[in-house]
């Protein structure tokens, strides 16, 4: 995607204009409206190393010192280094029809589809069906073995306890059909809200305690253990930074369609179009 005459389309949609003018404005703190900056002027991340994928992924996740990969087939798991160098295959006990995603906490591994969500224990590998009649739009960890869960048909969060119990954590007279989710270090979580740009953060009581606006409706989040979050919308080559209150705009190169966000360290992995894994240094931000 370029705003370039070129192969591609110049342009997806108005709205995308729009929020790429107002990412601009925030990213160089401007003021005033009407006046759009070429996207080529905002600083493009680079891959540092690439992966063409053997089979088509629906998701990537962090895991310890590597990425987990689910795989389209819904049959089982790549674990991949840093460096993506394959590390070890994990074949799923059960196949999952349609897999959306992957998730992963020190003790366990979690895979959903669009109506359950399944956890194996990592010393197991035995996957079973954990939450069920559940359209997961983000999860985030607890605590070990303590989930999480945005529900994008009840549009709702719900807790998913260590030994199977749930309850309603979260309704959507505090957050308006909640997505995707991360759990941060100091013990809060960050959400997506679908039905506005906001990124909402609350505490382990179910309590928001801030809210900050996104320049588009994003659907993918990630979180790099310092405070900074990473956010962006699937299919479109930009990436949102927010460190300490501060949005700073980047672009992928214009082939990239982003599927899924991760990352370890200072390793930002992509899963591009479900075909290849592009990992990027995300710069500091100011």
Same mark, same amino acid.
């Given at each position: 995607?370029?705003?370039?005459?070129?192969?591609?389309?110049?342009?997806?949609?108005?709205?995308?204009?729009?929020?790429?003018?107002?990412?601009?404005?925030?990213?160089?703190?401007?003021?005033?409206?009407?006046?759009?900056?070429?996207?080529?002027?905002?600083?493009?991340?680079?891959?540092?190393?690439?992966?063409?994928?053997?089979?088509?992924?629906?998701?990537?996740?962090?895991?310890?010192?590597?990425?987990?990969?689910?795989?389209?087939?819904?049959?089982?798991?790549?674990?991949?280094?840093?460096?993506?160098?394959?590390?070890?295959?994990?074949?799923?006990?059960?196949?999952?029809?349609?897999?959306?995603?992957?998730?992963?906490?020190?003790?366990?591994?979690?895979?959903?589809?669009?109506?359950?969500?399944?956890?194996?224990?990592?010393?197991?590998?035995?996957?079973?069906?954990?939450?069920?009649?559940?359209?997961?739009?983000?999860?985030?960890?607890?605590?070990?073995?303590?989930?999480?869960?945005?529900?994008?048909?009840?549009?709702?969060?719900?807790?998913?306890?260590?030994?199977?119990?749930?309850?309603?954590?979260?309704?959507?007279?505090?957050?308006?059909? /909640?997505? $995707?989710?991360?759990? +941060?270090? &100091?013990?809060?979580?960050? !959400? @997506?809200?679908?039905?506005? #740009?906001?990124?909402?953060?609350?505490?382990?009581?179910?309590?928001?305690?801030?809210?900050?606006?996104? /320049?588009? $409706?994003?659907?993918? +989040?990630? &979180?790099?253990?310092?405070? !900074? @979050?990473?956010?962006?919308? #699937?299919?479109?080559?930009?990436?949102?930074?927010?460190?300490?209150?501060?949005?700073?705009?980047?672009?992928?190169?214009?082939?990239?369609?982003?599927?899924?966000?991760?990352?370890?360290?200072?390793?930002?992995?992509?899963?591009?179009?479900?075909?290849?894994?592009?990992?990027?240094?995300?710069?500091?931000?100011?």
């Amino acid at each position: 995607m370029s705003l370039c005459l070129g192969r591609e389309s110049p342009i997806r949609s108005l709205g995308w204009l729009a929020a790429v003018g107002a990412a601009l404005c925030l990213v160089a703190g401007c003021v005033g409206a009407g006046r759009v900056v070429p996207v080529s002027s905002l600083p493009q991340l680079e891959p540092v190393v690439t992966v063409e994928l053997g089979s088509s992924a629906v998701g990537v996740c962090g895991d310890g010192d590597g990425f987990l990969v689910l795989e389209n087939s819904g049959t089982r798991i790549v674990r991949y280094s840093l460096a993506l160098t394959v590390l070890d295959t994990l074949p799923l006990t059960e196949r999952v029809t349609a897999p959306a995603g992957v998730a992963a906490d020190r003790f366990y591994i979690y895979v959903y589809d669009d109506h359950t969500l399944y956890r194996m224990s990592k010393d197991k590998l035995i996957l079973q069906a954990w939450l069920g009649d559940v359209r997961v739009a983000g999860l985030a960890g607890f605590e070990p073995g303590i989930m999480l869960v945005s529900d994008a048909d009840r549009h709702a969060i719900w807790y998913k306890g260590l030994f199977g119990e749930s309850r309603l954590f979260m309704s959507s007279a505090e957050i308006a059909r /909640p997505g $995707a989710m991360v759990a +941060l270090r &100091d013990g809060s979580f960050a !959400v @997506l809200s679908a039905a506005s #740009r906001l990124l909402y953060f609350f505490n382990r009581s179910g309590v928001v305690t801030r809210s900050v606006s996104l /320049p588009a $409706a994003c659907d993918l +989040l990630a &979180d790099k253990d310092n405070g !900074v @979050l990473c956010t962006g919308q #699937r299919g479109e080559p930009l990436v949102w930074v927010l460190k300490d209150g501060r949005l700073t705009c980047f672009r992928l190169p214009d082939s990239i369609s982003p599927l899924s966000f991760a990352v370890v360290g200072s390793s930002f992995a992509v899963l591009d179009a479900g075909t290849h894994i592009r990992v990027y240094r995300l710069p500091e931000t100011e």
